[in-house]
């Protein structure tokens, strides 16, 4: 069974929730199953959808604004999710940030579903726009939180650019899921990048 999202408003009274529920399911698994029949985006309209799912129109609307906040939905249901930071320090938050990219990227390697929704999302401006604002900036946010808190319990030299910084870090991950994606993505990777760059981060401790 397709996963399920919430939508991002509930309507109505506690009583209608799980029909809203049942709804929400049938538009999710209507929209995946038109996907999976190799329909593309740029024809997937609200009318199928609804068409599809056994909805009405109007029940899509109450809980997306449009296509592109349904499809971003979509999309998130099917990667894996974002994970929750242990908070423990710097490198622990760091490479379950890097582990997250990359089971992202092994999982667009291997659901053809995904790499191909990935692909036409990037042909569709106002699509990848609404995946941008919604999905890949709060996620670069989050890093950039991460390293801020880094330097500021004096984990990180405090003359390091956090922008650039946040760069380098997701850079090996970016390069090997998305430029060469015929790179190894090996199971200590997000570990290794992390270990690698902290070396050469770090305050200089003076000797006893």
Known sequence: M??????PRQDGPVRGRPRSEAAERAIVEGVMK???DGVPLAELSIERIART????????????????????????AVEPP???LPGTSLRDDLVVLLESLRRRGLANRTSALLHNVHA????SPKLWAAYHDTVILPRRRLGLEVLRRGRENGELRADVDLELLNDIVVGPLLVRTVLRPEADLPDDLAERVVDTLLQGLRPVRPHP
């Open 34 to 36: 038109l996907l999976e």
């Open 120 to 123: 036409q999302m990037k042909s």
């Open 2 to 7: 397709s996963p399920v999202v919430t939508g």
């Open 53 to 76: 799912a056994g909805v009405g129109k109007a029940t899509i609307y109450r809980r997306w604004s449009g296509k592109e906040e349904l499809f971003v939905d979509i999309v998130r």
């Open 82 to 84: 974002d994970p929750e």
